[in-house]
């Protein structure tokens, strides 16, 4: 050992040879042990930090628009802790997200609306199991132009007459006696959104069902039927609360009469579902095969942790501290 440093004046040699045995003299057989059990910790706690590596791979997630703000939100927290973790997520609309989902191609989808039976179905067939968690309430906001001075509120048989199958309804004045014969702008979300299944099964009595004529825009983009809206006087639309609270400043906020109460959609009144019929649950699904993967796990608890600080931030209604621990137990099972 000391041939091959080589580097130290001969005196010094011997000092550290007497030093040696001395030491080894007082602590004999202990010492040794006590070496030998250093040397192995050491051993242990480079082991262990070789191994403990910092998370990577890629978690893509695609499907509800109006969901995309709080698991944006949530994937970016998580990406300060986890750098090596990509997050890309899509915004193609619950429909689209479970098709992809189904195939396979994403590890979550977001979703405005619970699986369907024929969704669930197609999983099933394509041997996918997955775990449904409940992340955040919201409410369907529906919208007119500022402009609009006349529509104060609108019974939920109006909304059904203006959105419904094979509607009549041309202009304001076919919606109440005494609006002004103005043609109706009518915007909605597009069909493959959760947001428009929940508003069709909600208002018309069936998902999916809805006007389909020359009068009616629908949009992929939730951000375009805002535009619509807030470029025509005589327009009317729906989408998520959140998104209106990002463009209240354009958009004049429209109060729903159920038959029992008038109510506008507010962060309350969606809270304690006296919003109805249109408030509704926001989910993450997640593949059983997936959630294996130490970071798409560690990323779903992380989501539970922190979705009820970040769900108000993003115009959503978070849950109860002890709803969510239930979702996280659900996640463990």
């Not at 004999?28 to 480079?46: I, L, R, V, Y």
């Not at 947001?195 to 208002?203: G, L, N, P, S, V």
């Not at 130490?294 to 002890?322: K, R």
Request: aromatic share 8%; hydrophobic share 35%.
């Amino acid at each position: 050992m000391f041939r091959r440093r080589g580097r130290k004046p001969a005196g010094i040699l011997v000092l550290v040879l007497m030093l040696s045995t001395l030491l080894a003299a007082c602590g004999g057989g202990t010492s040794g042990s006590a070496s030998g059990e250093n040397t192995d910790n050491g051993s242990a706690q480079q082991t262990g930090e070789s191994t403990s590596t910092a998370l990577t791979g890629t978690i893509e997630i695609d499907g509800s628009s109006t969901l995309h703000p709080l698991t944006e939100a949530v994937a970016e927290e998580f990406g300060a802790a986890n750098p090596d973790v990509r997050i890309p997520i899509g915004t193609g609309g619950t429909g689209a997200g479970f098709k992809r989902f189904n195939n396979s191609e994403i590890a979550v989808s977001n979703a405005s609306r619970p699986i369907k039976d024929s969704e669930a179905e197609e999983a099933k067939a394509n041997g996918i199991t997955y775990h449904e968690v409940l992340v955040a309430y919201d409410g369907l906001s529906v919208v007119v132009n500022p402009s609009n001075e006349f529509v104060d509120k609108l019974t939920v048989d109006e909304l059904k007459k203006i959105y419904e199958p094979n509607s009549t309804v041309k202009t304001w004045a076919d919606v109440r006696e005494g609006w002004p014969a103005e043609e109706i702008k009518i915007y909605s979300p597009g069909t493959d959104h959760g947001t428009f299944d929940y508003f069709t099964e909600a208002i018309n009595g069936e998902a999916q069902a809805s006007r389909n004529d020359s009068q009616i825009t629908f949009s992929a983009d939730t951000n375009a039927v805002v535009q619509g809206v807030a470029g025509d006087k005589n327009s009317i639309g729906y989408f998520g609360f959140s998104f209106y609270e990002e463009n209240q400043d354009k958009l004049k906020l429209v109060p729903i009469d159920n038959g029992t109460a008038t109510i506008a959609p507010s962060m309350e009144t969606i809270k304690d579902n006296s919003y109805a019929p249109l408030s509704r649950p926001l989910l993450l699904y997640v593949n059983d095969k997936e959630l294996e993967r130490p970071e798409v796990s560690a990323f779903m608890n992380f989501y539970l942790d922190n979705a009820a600080s970040l769900a108000g931030e993003v115009g959503f209604v978070p849950l109860q501290d002890e709803q969510y621990k239930a979702e996280k137990d659900k996640l463990a099972k």
